[in-house]
């Protein structure tokens, strides 16, 4: 067994040894030999990156089960955002969004602040494909859903095309609908990107009122 205070080394000797070309597979027992289960599960995942896809699914599986058992809540918010960033380097897509299916789910059994946490550090690591689910969870958070959700916004404007960023966030009801367009408004002007109608037109339609972007 790897002494305690050799974990955060032993894991990045895995992602190093990985790198050089050695066998994931074969780092198997020193990962899972790791004692601190947060270097556990960042070393599943290293390797769960880095073979086929047959074989990644179960180690993935494995590596979730730990997070679990990181007894800090920041540490299981900070491990699954750490998983998120070895996640995009997998070529297999359905996996890949799978599993960041899987560890938003995790984040969202969190309480809210430490939810909401999660999807402001770490939102700018999910695909495209899975902004619009990481906005509906967003915007259903009871006490964050204007931070949580600008965090998407921002990610959203920079990655992907906003026609249908602006149709879900016009489908909200009242002030957070308001707030979140004059909010998506100040981010198109920030890149330069032109609508019509403007989403600051369709915030001012909606509030009648510009008090939402004082």
């Known amino acids: 067994m790897v002494s305690s205070r050799h974990n955060p080394s032993t894991a990045r000797r895995i992602a190093k040894e990985i790198r050089r070309g050695e066998s994931p597979e074969s780092l198997l027992p020193l990962a899972r030999s790791i ?8 070393s599943l995942v290293s390797i769960a990156s880095s ?7 179960s180690i993935f599986e494995s590596a979730l089960k730990e997070v679990g058992d990181v007894k800090q809540i ?3 918010i900070e491990l699954l955002g ?26 969202l059994k969190e309480e809210e602040e430490h939810a909401k946490d999660f999807i402001v550090k770490y939102s700018k690591n999910y695909p495209d494909k899975l902004l619009e689910t990481l906005l509906a969870h967003s915007v259903n958070l009871a006490q964050y859903p204007f ?3 600008k965090a998407v916004i921002r990610t959203w ?10 149709s879900n966030v016009s489908e909200l009801e009242g002030d957070l609908r ?6 998506l ?22 509030n009648n009122s510009e008090e939402i972007l004082r």
């Open 35 to 42: 004692p601190d289960p947060y270097y556990r599960s960042l």
């Open 51 to 57: 073979v086929n896809s047959r074989k990644s699914q």
């Open 74 to 76: 920041w540490r299981r």
């Open 82 to 107: 750490g998983i998120t960033k070895s996640l995009k380097t997998i070529s297999d897509e359905n996996l890949k969004n799978g599993i960041f299916g899987k560890v938003l789910m995790l984040s």
């Open 147 to 149: 931070e949580s959700s």
């Open 157 to 166: 404007v920079k990655k992907k095309t906003i026609d249908s960023l602006i």
């Open 178 to 183: 308001s707030r979140l367009l004059g909010y």
């Open 185 to 206: 408004h100040f981010q198109l002007s920030k890149s330069k990107i032109q609508i019509e109608p403007t989403a600051l037109s369709l915030a001012l339609q909606a």
